[in-house]
Nanobody
C-alpha cells in the first residue's frame, strides 16, 4: 500500500502551464502503475496519463492531452509529476493521483484498476 499526496494545482490562463506533483509514501519499494486522473463537475473521472515505475519510458496518455501533457517519475523522491502545457479551459478539473502494483497495460485508464488514491488538487484554466 502507498499513500499519495498531490500538490501543484492552481489557477492559470489558457495557454499557460502547471506542474502537478504526487508524493508517495509507504511501500515505495514495489513497482507500481501510477496514473493521473481528472474529474470535472458532473463528469466521470477520466484517465490523463500513466507510467509503470519499473519501466518509466513506457507511458500512456489520454487522447485529449497527447502532445500537451507529460508524465514523469523521480525514483529518488518517490514522486510522480504531470507537466501540463498549452492548458485549455476544458482541462479544468480536480486532478487525482492513483497507484497500484500492476504493469499499466491497455486498461491503464480504468479507475477500477487502482486501489490507492490521493485527495486531489484543483486545476482551473480561464479563457
Amino acid at each position: 500500500q502507498v499513500q499519495l499526496v498531490e500538490s501543484g494545482g492552481g489557477s492559470v490562463q489558457a495557454g499557460g502551464s502547471l506542474r502537478l506533483s504526487c508524493a508517495a509514501s509507504g511501500d515505495t519499494q514495489s513497482a507500481y502503475c501510477m496514473g493521473w486522473f481528472r474529474q470535472a463537475p458532473g463528469k466521470a473521472r477520466e484517465g490523463v496519463a500513466a507510467l509503470y515505475t519499473a519501466a518509466r519510458s513506457v507511458k500512456s496518455y489520454g487522447d485529449s492531452v497527447k502532445g500537451r501533457f507529460t508524465v514523469s517519475h523521480d525514483d529518488a523522491k518517490n514522486t510522480l509529476y504531470l507537466h501540463m502545457n498549452s492548458l485549455k479551459p476544458e482541462d479544468t478539473a480536480m486532478y487525482y493521483c492513483a497507484a497500484d502494483p500492476w504493469l499499466c497495460g491497455r486498461t491503464w485508464s480504468q479507475t477500477s484498476r487502482y486501489n490507492n488514491w490521493g485527495q486531489g488538487t484543483q486545476v482551473t484554466v480561464s479563457s
